[in-house]
């Protein structure tokens, strides 16, 4: 998995956030558990390395490697964040955002680790330097953008770089708002053509792949059609409608036939309430 690949993957979950959130799909355990441990065992990684730094072309070479992916995963991190505590503010339970929380605050102490090799570290020159600040500063942008898009779910300032370009970009590109669902596919491809160039691969590979997938997981299959590709949030919204009306004339139907009625329709995928002990 290269760097452009793990924004990719930033760049899915934010669009399809909305319909995530709204359609307050069921999470299946074993995909928060997998974003949890390998989020989990990248930061340990991560500060082993930074911890473990000497001088060197070869140390210097893979710290920024590494640099490089802690910056660019920073992305995802601060996204799926978002994701759950929109998902958590819909379905009215706390669940997800304390566990996704807790993963950015440690991805916060990588970054300062990161941030503070670019400065101080050992053997790093100015040119290289530079080019970390660059992309750290592109990264930042495009977190504020994609924040944007789910502003009518949850605060994104919170999470933002930089606050108020967040909020900017909400007003261009509020998912509530159809007209501005053009400007956010203009946007999206423009961002997505910068992804493609970012082929460098990335130093955990392996354990990218499994955060990522993860974060697909969370995501399950109500988000996408049967040739799987995303599901707009109008056509989400006019199936759980169909869905919740084909519900209540199920009723009406046992009523009338003077059967006993059964549980009253839930949204697809909504658990049910826990009883008091």
Request: net charge neutral.
């Amino acid at each position: 998995m290269n760097l452009g690949d793990l924004l990719e993957i930033g760049a899915v979950a934010a669009t399809h956030a909305p319909v995530f959130i709204e359609c307050r799909a069921w999470i299946p355990h074993g995909a928060i558990e997998q974003y949890w441990s390998a989020s989990k065992s990248r930061q340990e990684r991560w500060y082993r390395l930074f911890r473990g730094s000497t001088s060197g072309v070869r140390s210097t070479t893979r710290l920024s490697e590494v640099v490089y992916e802690v910056l660019a995963s920073e992305l995802l991190t601060r996204v799926f964040t978002a994701m759950c505590a929109g998902h958590d503010r819909a379905s009215g339970h706390v669940e997800l955002e304390p566990i996704a929380h807790s993963i950015l605050l440690g991805h916060l102490e990588a970054r300062n680790c990161a941030l503070q090799w670019m400065v101080t570290g050992e053997g790093i020159d100015l040119k290289r330097a530079v080019d970390c600040n660059r992309f750290r500063r592109r990264i930042e942008r495009w977190t504020d953008m994609l924040l944007g898009r789910m502003a009518a779910y949850c605060d994104p300032t919170p999470l933002a770089f930089e606050p108020e370009r967040a909020i900017d970009f909400s007003e261009d590109f509020d998912c509530s708002q159809s007209s501005n669902e053009f400007a956010w596919s203009l946007a999206l491809a423009a961002t997505r053509a910068s992804f493609q160039t970012l082929t460098q691969p990335t130093f955990h590979a392996d354990l990218n792949r499994e955060v990522a997938s993860s974060v697909l997981g969370c995501l399950g299959t109500d988000v996408f059609d049967s040739l799987g590709l995303g599901r707009s949030l109008w056509l989400e919204r006019l199936s759980r409608t169909a869905s919740d009306t084909q519900g209540m004339i199920d009723q009406l139907i046992r009523l009338d036939a003077g059967l006993p009625t059964t549980e009253p329709h839930r949204l697809r995928g909504t658990p049910k309430r826990r009883r008091k002990s």
